[in-house]
């Protein structure tokens, strides 16, 4: 198996740009999550899915920021319209529940936001 | 609020020596797990602990828990310059619906 699969693994793009991350769960997991990690604030969770649907979201940081699941292995976290504070690793990780909850997380993606 | 606190946030120690970090945690877990971060990649899961148990061991690792005080430990034997890295505690909390909560790390550098 692959692993967790995010791209793009860097970004570069302007302030007021829209950006999607993407990022393909192992097959068979059925739980996913996005986190966000930076010198500052670690890691924070962004929201999470199980079974595509999202269970919690509170960890979002704007309206500028969603994610959806739209099958059952692929995820977005778009950013709209970005600002030079969402500069990032954007970590998703995905897990089998049940499983004790171990997750696999993927490499990131590193967002420059100028 | 973050669950899980590491503590020390940095260690520094020769190679060969052992390395303990700690995890505390509030509320009430299913299970405990260290992660592993390498600069610049995703978290590795190490290894995990069950509510139930008290020590675990795989290869160098060595993990204890003790719910009574809500900590855990994290021993890596005979350190080498490889296991420079960020670990992370991330506690499974009864009724959090599959999600961990993360600690901030611990940034462990093993000199040679």
């Known amino acids: 198996d692959a692993g967790v699969i995010q791209s793009p693994r860097h970004e570069v793009t302007e302030m007021g740009q829209e950006v999607t991350l993407r990022c393909k769960l192992i097959?068979?997991?059925?739980?996913l999550f996005w986190y966000r990690q930076t010198m500052m604030r670690g890691l924070e969770l962004l929201i999470y899915f199980n079974n595509n649907v999202p269970i919690d979201d509170s960890g979002m940081p704007e309206d500028r920021f969603s994610a959806k699941m739209p099958n059952a292995s692929f995820s977005t976290l778009k950013i709209q319209p970005s600002e030079p504070r969402d500069s990032a690793v954007y970590f998703c990780?995905?897990?089998?529940?049940?499983?004790?909850?171990?997750?696999?997380f993927g490499p990131g993606t590193r967002l420059t936001v100028l | 609020s973050q669950q899980g606190e590491e503590d020390p946030q940095a260690l520094s120690i020769q190679e060969g020596e052992n390395a303990t970090m700690n995890c505390s945690y509030k509320t009430s877990i299913n299970n405990l797990q260290w992660y592993r971060q390498n600069s610049g990649r995703g978290l590795v899961h190490l290894i995990l602990i069950r509510s139930n148990e008290r020590e675990k061991h795989s290869g160098r690792l060595r993990v204890t828990l003790d719910t009574s005080k809500k900590s855990s430990s994290l021993l890596i034997t005979a350190s080498r310059a490889a296991d420079t890295a960020s670990y992370f505690c991330a506690t499974d909390h009864t009724g959090a619906n599959s999600k961990l909560t993360f600690g901030k790390g611990i940034t462990l550098s093993v000199r040679p």
């Open positions: 990780a995905s897990a089998e529940t049940g499983n004790h909850n171990e997750q696999f």
């Open positions: 097959s068979g997991h059925n739980s």
